[in-house]
């Protein structure tokens, strides 16, 4: 994979070459264009443990909804039964999601666009990008980032493998790539539609490669 180096003497707005962004804007366009009407987005906010029980929690959700505000926004405790086994819910949440918002862990304040997903958050994002749904990095101080801009690291080893993210240093949300991820998740009505799985969604290679496991 082909990864943009971070240059002093230009912008670095995305690590992603700029083949890869022009597909990942058709594919939103395509996706936004597909979608029925009155079809509400639903997006679930992936977060560490413990992160929902800090202070600054309700101002996270509230920084995300500013930024998706016609979406139906779902995390831990409101998408899932305690009782019962993450995965088997995980699965069938999967199917019925549109988007997926993501983030992660600052592991040194000197580094503060890194942030690190553990192997359940880098799982459903692999989920969600192989499917081709948009998923995005939040963070308080760049808010919204298409996870395709970021640079990506494997750390570790299977099944505790992690992924570590790096927003790009000149990061703007002006940027095409999330205009064109926040207009897919955008609301087209106000009509209630009914959830079902969606079947046969092929894998989309510029989207998928760079997060998945080596073969």
């Known amino acids: 994979m082909m990864i943009t180096m971070d240059a ?25 264009a597909d979608r029925a009407p009155a079809h509400r987005a639903r997006v679930y906010f992936s977060v560490p443990p413990g992160l929902a029980d800090r202070p600054n929690w309700q101002r996270r959700l509230d920084s995300i909804r500013h930024s998706l505000p016609d979406v139906e926004l779902l995390d831990y405790r ?3 039964d305690s009782d019962t086994d993450y995965h088997e819910q995980w699965e069938a949440l999967a199917d019925t999601l549109d988007g997926l918002v993501l983030t992660g862990l600052h592991r040194d304040k000197r580094r503060p666009r890194e942030q690190t997903l553990g192997p359940i958050a ?46 790009p240093r000149d990061w703007s949300p002006g ?4 205009q064109a991820a926040l207009a897919t998740l955008g609301q087209a009505g106000s009509a209630p539609v009914e959830r079902v799985p969606r079947q046969g969604t092929p ?13």
């Open 8 to 32: 002093p003497d230009q912008p670095l707005t995305s690590y992603a070459p700029p083949a890869r962004r022009r597909g990942y804007i058709n594919a939103m366009q395509q996706i936004a």
């Open 78 to 80: 409101t998408a899932f």
């Open 122 to 167: 880098r799982q459903e994002l692999i989920t969600m990008v192989s499917a081709g749904r948009p998923v995005l990095l939040h963070s308080m101080e760049h808010g919204l980032v298409p996870v395709l801009d970021c640079r990506p690291k494997r750390v570790g080893q299977e099944p505790h493998q992690r992924l570590r993210l790096t927003i």
């Open 175 to 178: 940027e095409p790539t999330l």
């Open 203 to 215: 894998k989309p290679a510029h989207l998928a490669h760079p997060f998945t496991p080596p073969r």
